[in-house]
């Protein structure tokens, strides 16, 4: 039977006000899990060590800025332009781990026009990580030597990073995103339906006449709507933490087509089972080895194992997202795309045909 516009309407909007008024059921854990990314980059900043630099500009001139412009594109290094008395003491008192001295006569020249030789002193306590913050400081006067000179490098260093994204992105975004997707479709859609069948909500809405189809798909159709919402507020927030270019298009569209997936299969438990009770238990115990599969890659089983799990939705939609996030071309994931749609078919159709009124 085909959907009927009004009775989808009515029920679409009934969903989405229900949600406002309760947000907490569908949204607690998208919370969480954005929540979890921030202790994921606090994390990552308390792994890297930075080395505090007190830099005693005694020449500002052009080439004595180029040399601490160059100073603060080292992330590891925070630079402060200070006097020579503050830095001494900085120095001293731990506050600063290297002290950086450029003289007056860095970038002078003399009556020919030629430059003067100048020496930058450099002073840090030895055996601390301020002994590598010390070779990035070399590392920048060098660099201003050659730009004042016009003597470009000879022997030059091409720096292709694998992958442009945080390597900590790629591993817990992907996860994370398909675990409130499966936490807000299987095991939410089958508690929802569990819900009204029991309370006796679905015997009142079939009194009004609206076919399975009509429920299924203004359910589907609303938390559709929800869930991507919810994914688009954690790939914003992943993007403010880390810094990175996520693409959000193929993301979402990854995102929305797992969550089909996953919303079916949860409509199809809650019209299978007719115990309520029971569909939210069955619904949990599948949802918990597909939690565990997307938030631990590569597993690493072989054999048909190996390809039972790889062609789970699970897999196939943390892969595709991985592939994302790793700026990989979409022929890598084509077959995963492909795979998901043939889930949401199979899925839907389950759902679709397994739903019941009552218990």
Do not use: C
Not at 96 to 106: C, F, M, Q, R, S
Not at 148 to 157: D, E, G, N, Y
Not at 279 to 284: E, G, K, L, M
């Amino acid at each position: 039977m085909r959907p009927r516009w009004r009775p989808w309407r009515g029920l679409f909007r009934a969903n989405l006000i229900t949600y406002l008024r309760n947000p907490l059921p569908s949204s607690g854990l998208a919370i969480v899990l954005i929540l979890f990314l921030g202790g994921i980059r606090l994390l990552q900043n308390l792994g890297v060590q930075h080395v505090n630099v007190a830099v005693v500009d005694q020449a500002a001139n052009p080439a004595s800025a180029r040399v601490v412009a160059d100073l603060g594109q080292y992330p590891t290094l925070t630079v402060n332009v200070t006097d020579l008395a503050t830095a001494a003491r900085r120095l001293a008192s731990g506050a600063a781990d290297i002290e950086v001295v450029i003289p007056p006569g860095l970038g002078a020249v003399d009556a020919g026009g030629h430059l003067v030789p100048a020496q930058v002193a450099v002073s840090y306590h030895s055996g601390t990580s301020a002994e590598s913050g010390a070779d990035l400081v070399a590392a920048a006067v060098d660099k201003a030597d050659r730009q004042a000179q016009a003597a470009p490098p000879v022997f030059t260093v091409d720096r292709r990073p694998v992958n442009g994204a945080s390597g900590l992105l790629v591993l817990f975004l992907p996860g994370l995103l398909v675990f409130n997707v499966i936490n807000a479709g299987l095991i939410f859609a089958a508690g929802i339906f569990a819900g009204y069948r029991s309370s006796g909500t679905l015997r009142r809405i079939q009194a009004t006449g609206i076919s399975p189809a009509d429920m299924v798909l203004a359910h589907a159709t609303s938390n559709v709507l929800l869930a991507t919402v919810q994914v688009l507020a954690m790939l914003a927030v992943a993007m403010a933490l880390f810094a990175e270019s996520i693409p959000f298009g193929p993301m979402v569209a990854v995102a929305m087509l797992s969550y089909l997936v996953f919303l079916a299969i949860g409509l199809a438990v809650s019209g299978w089972v007719r115990d309520p009770q029971r569909a939210t238990v069955v619904a949990t115990s599948v949802a918990f080895p597909l939690i565990f599969i997307a938030l631990i890659p590569n597993i690493g089983a072989g054999g048909l194992a190996g390809a039972a799990l790889g062609a789970l939705p699970v897999t196939l939609a943390t892969h595709a997202m991985r592939q994302i996030v790793s700026g990989a071309a979409v022929t890598s994931y084509a077959w995963d795309l492909a795979g998901l749609g043939a889930w949401a078919a199979i899925a839907l159709a389950a759902a679709g045909r397994v739903f019941r009124w009552d218990e």
